[in-house]
């Protein structure tokens, strides 16, 4: 029997998939519509090839570099996940194995642990709120988060309540009691271990969100939480700024696609945004975010840190992302599939993996430091960059 260590990021899905019960695999799956926005985040990256060199390569590499003022040790970030159910320990796991590899750790408002034990497992946690419910919560819940340590906030705005998949949405429940556990039993009893790894803890599946507790209430559901914010009015670009005013601190906007939108975020006052598609899970048809990020870093890259998410599964696409322009890069799936796989051993299996692949490809590429890497060490093929609100920008 094996110690539970695998070797790359799509064996940790596999054994994802076996260990998992099916709504709960097909959560994190996800992908909206026909699947086309989170099959080009990972597709482009195949498109984008090296040019390595064979010799006079280095013996030393440095991998590290600072993020949103934090010093880490690679520069991969774990991305906000509201995800439930994938493992007894979920968000706290996942913090102290990005702790114990030097990586920063982002904390979804729809996360299943609260901020102040994340920040506790990981003193370099930035917290990632929605724009749900009225700017008095809003402020109260980003207070709770600088006092419970976190170093930085990530405002994610790319959500637009797509909710169709062809492939079949996965039931989810409101909560997990003993009538939904009986009408889950048969996913429960074909996957065994991760009923077991429940078991142990005395517990189901908490499908609360903690950190969206009214002072003095109790934590919503999921569902409840989400009910809320279909009723909050959408954010304009002032409330952006307002926000960001709020928050004393490095700030990001995430989701960011186009030009004109990065531009409105710099005049917002943001620090850093992540080009990001929610990882296929928002607007399908939205192109690989690979592929839009250039002409984003060419226009603000020099003003703010911009980073990219969506579609990175392997070291080398870290380096194809930060050729391309990135800072840094976030993940998502590829750290759920390690939680699922293997708890917070399986998170630091996946953080390995990366960094392995990251110094590969800055090894044969011949360079000594992240930070060297530039355009000229990637082959893009013709047609590959997507200008989307590059004209819009240019009357801004
Ligand atoms: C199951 C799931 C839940 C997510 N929940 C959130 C969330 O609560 N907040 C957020 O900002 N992004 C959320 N995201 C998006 C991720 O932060 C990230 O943008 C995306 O996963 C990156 O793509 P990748 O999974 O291909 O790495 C979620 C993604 C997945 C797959």
Request: hydrophobic share 45%; no cysteine; charged share 20%.
């Amino acid at each position: 029997m094996s110690n539970g260590w695998f070797e790359t990021v799509a064996e940790a899905q596999r054994r994802a998939k076996r260990r998992l019960p099916r709504s709960v695999y097909g959560a994190l799956v996800a992908g909206s519509e026909r699947g086309q926005t989170i099959e080009d985040n990972m597709g482009a990256f195949a498109e984008l090839g090296f040019a390595p060199h064979v010799a006079g390569l280095s013996d030393q590499r440095d991998l590290a570099t600072t993020v949103m003022g934090q010093p880490v040790s690679m520069p991969v970030l774990i991305s906000p996940t509201g995800v439930q159910a994938v493992h007894p320990e979920g968000e706290v796991a996942v913090a102290r194995a990005a702790a114990a590899r030097g990586v920063a750790m982002g904390l979804s408002s729809f996360a299943s642990k609260s901020v102040e034990e994340v920040a506790a497992a990981n003193p370099q946690t930035f917290f990632q709120m929605y724009w749900v419910g009225s700017r008095d919560v809003l402020v109260q819940r980003m207070e709770r988060a600088k006092a419970a340590g976190a170093v930085g906030l990530i405002m994610t705005l790319d959500w637009s309540f797509s909710n169709g998949r062809d492939w079949g949405s996965p039931n989810i429940p409101e909560k997990m009691d003993f009538k939904t556990m009986v009408k889950f039993a048969p996913e429960g009893v074909t996957r065994p271990k991760w009923l077991w790894d429940f078991a142990k803890t005395r517990r189901l599946p908490d499908l609360t969100t903690p950190n969206l507790t009214p002072p003095g209430g109790t934590a919503p559901t999921f569902f409840g939480a989400y009910g809320e914010w279909i009723q909050t009015p959408l954010p304009t670009w002032d409330d952006v700024a307002w926000l960001r005013q709020q928050w004393d601190g490095p700030f990001m906007l995430k989701g960011v696609t186009r030009v004109d939108d990065a531009k409105r975020a710099v005049d917002a006052g943001v620090s850093a945004i992540s080009v990001s598609n929610h990882g296929g899970n928002n607007l399908d048809g939205t192109p690989a975010t690979i592929r839009a990020l250039p002409p984003i870093a060419d226009a603000v890259g020099e003003q703010i840190e911009v980073l990219l998410d969506g579609g990175v599964r392997r070291g080398s696409d870290v380096v194809k992302a930060l050729a391309l322009g990135a800072k840094a890069v976030m993940i998502g799936r590829a750290y759920l599939w390690g939680l699922a796989a293997n708890g917070q051993a399986g998170v630091e299996n996946v953080l390995d993996i990366l960094r392995g692949g990251i110094d590969s490809a800055v090894l044969g590429l011949g360079l000594t430091s992240v930070h060297d890497i530039s355009r000229g060490d990637v082959v893009i093929p013709p047609g590959f960059i997507r200008e989307l609100g590059v004209h819009e920008a240019a009357e801004l």
